[in-house]
């Protein structure tokens, strides 16, 4: 990875308010923002999921949010696990953030799930991203919010 950046992993509770508010705010720039596309990002899942930010280490400022995901519990959205809201904020993009982000998502998955299937529903042109992961397509495409998805699939062996 081309960047620096401090790794926080935790439940929406542990997260300060300040915090919180800059992870929002990087879901909105880039979820609703960039991708011209109106809907209500922050949602219930966000209680039911473990959060990844990646943090810039700057000093003498504010953290900056550079990167976030979650991690879905089983049985809160599908049957398995479940990896969403992936991104990267703009400026940071093809500096290998996306990748560190997806490793650890799937290292903290087979921590806390091991041997469990993992769900993810993926923009259609993030299809080789993902699967260099070991996804697969299951299913036909659909449409979400106006962008053509695939669901996917993995069993991360």
Known sequence: MDIE??????????FS???????????QAVFVVEQDCPYLDADVLDLESWHLVAWSVDKGV????????RVIDPGAKYAEAS????LTQIDYRNKG???????SAIGRIEALFPGQLVRISAQEHLRKFYEHYGFRQVGDGYDEDGIPHIEMISDLS
């Open 62 to 69: 504010h953290p900056q949010a550079l990167g976030y995901l």
């Open 17 to 27: 308010v300040v915090d919180w508010h800059h992870v929002i705010s990087l879901r």
């Open 97 to 103: 953030l996306g990748r560190a982000l997806m490793s």
């Open 83 to 86: 990896i969403g809201r992936l």
């Open 5 to 14: 950046v401090e790794w926080q992993w935790g439940r929406i509770n542990s």
